[in-house]
């Protein structure tokens, strides 16, 4: 199987600020990446899909790049809404696999 | 609007199976693949099974083989997650989630999660 490793696992961060989220997998899955936000109690929100495009309505704040084993979700001027957790996910195989999580909270 | 509502999720004692269901509205379900996903209490998202839009085609995490069947209902909108000789382990929030064809197949709705516990 596919593993992602997200890092860190945890960044305290301030309104405004930016910040920058790594996942790396451990075989090349070429741009099959996805990102999703998750706030306590609710269901993820699909942020970003085939590695940096913008799904519809999500703000453009929001951003990703990388191929083959390397990726990043950079989220530009930090807002109240943006503190959540952040996953990372892999649709290269069919078995599906999701990244640890990086919780965001604020400084 | 396109949703998903998960039903099926309670309290069930270890070895016992149980059923969830997925309810979708406002898209056409039979043209969708659609995937389980849990989450433990406090921990992050796992992947639990896949199924194609037309049902022909399965796929499972390999922690759950042998113990879970997805199927789905086109004609009823519904898709399904059968789970037998239930852990604590998976105790968890169940999602379902649709794989969407304008991105990329990454998961673009989720239901909101029925909660399962398994506990004596």
């Known amino acids: 199987d596919i593993q992602l490793t997200q890092s860190p696992s945890f960044l305290s961060a301030s309104v405004g600020d930016r910040v920058m989220i790594t996942c790396r997998a451990s075989?090349?899955?070429?741009?099959?990446l996805a990102w999703y936000q998750q706030k306590p109690g609710k269901a993820p929100k699909l942020l970003i899909y085939?590695?940096?495009t913008l799904q519809s309505g999500v703000s453009s704040r929001f951003s990703g790049r990388g191929s083959g084993t390397e990726f990043t979700l950079t989220i530009s001027g930090l807002q109240p809404e943006d503190f959540a957790t952040y996953y990372c996910?892999?649709?290269?195989?069919?078995?599906?696999?999701f990244g640890q999580g990086t919780k965001v909270e604020i400084k | 609007q396109a949703q998903l509502v998960e039903s099926g999720g309670g309290v069930v004692q270890p070895g016992k199976s149980l059923r969830l269901s997925c309810a979708a509205s406002?898209?056409?379900?039979?043209?969708?693949?659609m995937h389980w996903v849990r989450q433990a209490p406090g921990k992050g998202l796992e992947w639990v099974a896949n199924?194609?839009?037309?049902?022909?085609?399965?796929y499972y995490a390999d922690s759950f083989k042998g113990r879970i069947t997805v199927s789905r209902d086109n004609s009823k909108n519904t898709l399904f997650l059968q789970m037998n000789s239930l852990r604590a382990e998976d105790t968890a929030v169940y999602f379902c989630?649709?794989?969407?064809?304008?991105?990329?197949?990454?998961?673009?709705?989720w239901g909101q999660g029925t909660l399962v516990t398994v506990a004596s």
């Open positions: 989630a649709r794989e969407g064809t304008d991105t990329d197949d990454a998961f673009d709705i």
């Open positions: 406002g898209f056409t379900f039979s043209r969708f693949g």
């Open positions: 199924i194609w839009y037309d049902g022909s085609n399965k």
């Open positions: 075989q090349g899955i070429s741009s099959d």
């Open positions: 085939a590695a940096s």
């Open positions: 996910q892999q649709l290269n195989t069919y078995l599906w696999t």
